[in-house]
């Protein structure tokens, strides 16, 4: 095979394979994809295996937090035109005073039609899926469908979303797809759509403002040569993200919370807490770069979107925030995938041949990656037979809890909440600040009580409580007097 450097010394052996550099596409227009539904076919088989996956939990009583719990209750008050009240944090406790998050609003209309938890864990694995068709029309625009479909499915599978689909519900599923939908406008230099996309995340969460202001120096860096009227709305558009943050922790979320405060500053450690938790954090950096993109997403600037998120997360002094675990990696995966993308298309046409060679093998590398964790994370379990089946002490675990009454108030812990907030008042367990409920519901199949009526007499001194129901260790207890 002759050598494709001419100044290459002679060799007996055979050089490796280097393929030419690619011509770019032209800067001015976006390229079509020959084959424009694939994405959305992915799409769609990823919404089966992302939705399968959270029913299938929900329907084995698997739910992990209290997450589930609460959005249901804020998305159900938004549903009746109700200011979007948390029982679960606390009686009468408006959730805009924890976290801005009014885009939930938009699974109002839905809920309404079908008030059930499945109601949002199906709307968010819809959405995950649908950050899949961005992140698969890029790659296959800039390098072709095969490359296109095989980065589409290493995304999909990516440990970040798998471990969001595990982590039941969070707001956070809504930046996902316009963080994707907004770097494939980059990806592309279509700035205004970009900017467009990143706005609406100022209202899923009050951090996300920070994102948006780095996605919009992102098109400020790229557009200023060729567009000076595109980087001043950009500046603008930082500006305004930025804004947005600080207004909504110093201003928007302490008029909602009755103690005027930022809960969350307690977590922020004022020493160093970026120099704790090192070898957690640096681990965290390892799967975020590694697995995902051979390394590769550094070599473009769209990387930088990701500094905001792990920013707080690394001065964070909870601990909980480090790793890799629950959901707080989700909107870092399609920042990786479309800083993968772009790097490609710029490795492909670089002047150095190791660099051209590297990037030929990095999609098949990223998405057998994907493949072989995918053993070891949550999607797994979707060839396991047990998944499709109802263990045999639900039902009798859930005819217990409907001896409770549609819109009575109910204290409990996890478990019994996921059925029980789409039609009671629900506290948390010992939470209820001076509300003495109708019943208490416990899941207490690890007996950390060991007589459940003398607990509840605990909870309440001034009310007799006794066994309604009991089932697989789940209690059901009535209020008497």
């Given at each position: 095979m002759p050598n494709t450097q001419q100044d290459a010394p002679t060799s007996l052996l055979p050089g490796p394979r280097i393929p030419a550099p690619v011509t770019p596409p032209p800067r001015d227009r976006r390229p079509r994809p020959p084959h424009r539904r694939d994405p959305w076919l992915l799409a769609a088989v990823l919404f089966a295996a992302y939705a399968i996956l959270s029913i299938s939990r929900y329907q084995h009583l698997a739910t992990r937090s209290w997450d589930l719990g609460i959005f249901e209750q804020v998305v159900r008050a938004y549903a009746h035109l109700q200011a979007p009240v948390a029982d679960l944090k606390g009686p009468g406790f408006n959730i805009l005073g924890d976290h801005f998050s009014p885009v939930?609003?938009?699974?109002a209309p839905v809920y309404r039609l079908f008030p059930s938890p499945?109601?949002?864990?199906?709307?968010?694995?819809?959405?995950?899926?649908?950050?899949?068709?961005?992140?698969?029309?890029?790659?296959?625009?800039?390098?072709?469908?095969?490359?296109?479909?095989?980065?589409?499915?290493?995304?999909?599978?990516?440990?970040?979303?798998q471990r969001a689909v595990d982590f039941d519900f969070h707001e956070i599923c809504f930046a996902v797809p316009l963080i994707a939908f907004s770097l494939e406008a980059v990806v592309f230099r279509r700035w205004w759509p970009a900017l467009l996309w990143a706005l609406p995340l100022v209202l899923v969460k009050e951090d996300l403002g920070l994102t948006v202001a780095a996605i919009a120096l992102v098109v400020a860096l790229r557009s200023h040569r060729s567009s000076p009227r595109t980087l001043l709305y950009a500046l603008a558009v930082a500006v305004l993200g930025i804004t947005a943050t600080l207004v909504t922790l110093t201003v928007v979320i302490p008029a909602f919370n009755a103690g005027g405060g930022?809960?969350?500053?307690?977590?922020?450690d004022t020493g160093f807490s970026l120099f704790d938790g090192t070898g957690t954090k640096l681990r965290t950096l390892a799967w975020l770069?590694?697995?995902?993109?051979?390394?590769?997403?550094?070599?473009?600037?769209?990387?930088?979107?990701?500094?905001?998120?792990?920013?707080?997360r690394f001065l964070s002094a909870d601990d909980h925030y480090w790793g890799t675990d629950w959901h707080y990696s989700a909107v870092l995966m399609p920042?990786?995938?479309?800083?993968?993308?772009?790097?490609?298309?710029?490795?492909r046409v670089s002047s150095r041949p190791c660099l051209r060679s590297y990037a030929q093998h990095v999609p098949a590398a990223v998405a057998g990656a994907a493949l072989a964790l995918t053993t070891t994370l949550p999607l797994s379990a979707l060839a396991e037979s047990v998944t499709y089946d109802t263990p045999e002490g639900v039902p009798r675990i859930e005819r217990a809890l409907d001896r409770i009454p549609d819109d009575a108030t109910v204290e409990a812990n996890i478990g019994p909440i996921s059925r029980l907030t789409s039609r009671c008042r629900v506290f948390w367990l010992g939470s209820t600040r001076g509300v003495t409920?109708?019943?208490?519901?416990?899941?207490?199949?690890?007996?950390?009580?060991?007589?459940?009526?003398?607990?509840?007499?605990?909870?309440?001194?001034?009310?007799?409580?006794?066994i309604d129901g009991a089932a697989y260790g789940y209690v059901v207890l009535r209020r008497t007097s």
């Open positions: 939930l609003a938009l699974l499945l109601t949002l864990l199906v709307a968010q694995a819809a959405l995950f899926a649908l950050s899949a068709v961005p992140v698969t029309r890029a790659a296959a625009g800039l390098l072709g469908r095969p490359r296109g479909l095989v980065l589409g499915i290493a995304y999909g599978l990516s440990w970040g979303l930022y809960a969350y500053w307690t977590k922020v770069l590694l697995p995902t993109s051979g390394l590769l997403a550094l070599r473009s600037p769209l990387l930088a979107v990701a500094l905001p998120t792990l920013g707080w920042v990786v995938a479309l800083a993968l993308v772009d790097a490609l298309a710029r490795s409920p109708d019943y208490i519901a416990l899941n207490n199949s690890s007996k950390f009580v060991g007589d459940a009526q003398a607990y509840a007499s605990q909870l309440h001194p001034n009310a007799r409580y006794t």
